[in-house]
């Protein structure tokens, strides 16, 4: 059984951090592109970050930039966000996803990818 395990959320203030893991089991992700998307109520689940299956190709949406980093270690099947000087606009539930293997080098679109966690909340206060 392919498992996505998010874990690291929490509430912090704002200017805070928090690193977010994404656990997977269950089949290899090794050769897989690898992202993390965001909801927050109310509204759609949208693109945050992307790395490609070799860490060696990142993407972020625009708001993020320069703030979040997502990084992946394939010996321990694991990806990560790292999120610095948080926002009360980034609170959201976080979901870590996964493309099918080999399919794609790097997306940042929901409909490419096929596995996904259930999601750790993040709250950022003012």
């Known amino acids: 059984q392919v498992r996505l395990v998010e874990s690291g959320g929490g509430l912090v203030q704002a200017g805070g951090s928090l690193k977010l893991s994404c656990a997977t089991s269950?089949?290899?992700?090794?050769?897989?592109?690898m992202g993390w998307f965001r909801q927050a109520p109310g509204k759609e689940r949208d693109f945050v970050a992307t790395?490609?299956?070799?860490?060696?190709?990142?993407y972020y949406t625009n708001s993020v930039e320069g703030r979040f980093t997502i990084s992946r270690d394939n010996a321990k099947n694991t990806v990560y966000l790292q999120m610095n000087s948080l926002k009360p606009e980034d609170t959201a539930v976080y979901y870590c996803?996964?493309?099918?293997?080999?399919?794609?080098?790097?997306?940042?679109?929901?409909?490419?990818?096929?596995?996904w966690g259930q999601g750790t909340q993040v709250t950022v206060s003012s």
């Open positions: 996803a996964a493309a099918i293997p080999g399919r794609y080098a790097i997306t940042t679109q929901r409909n490419q990818y096929y596995y």
């Open positions: 269950g089949r290899t992700f090794s050769n897989a592109a």
């Open positions: 790395i490609s299956w070799n860490g060696d190709n990142t």
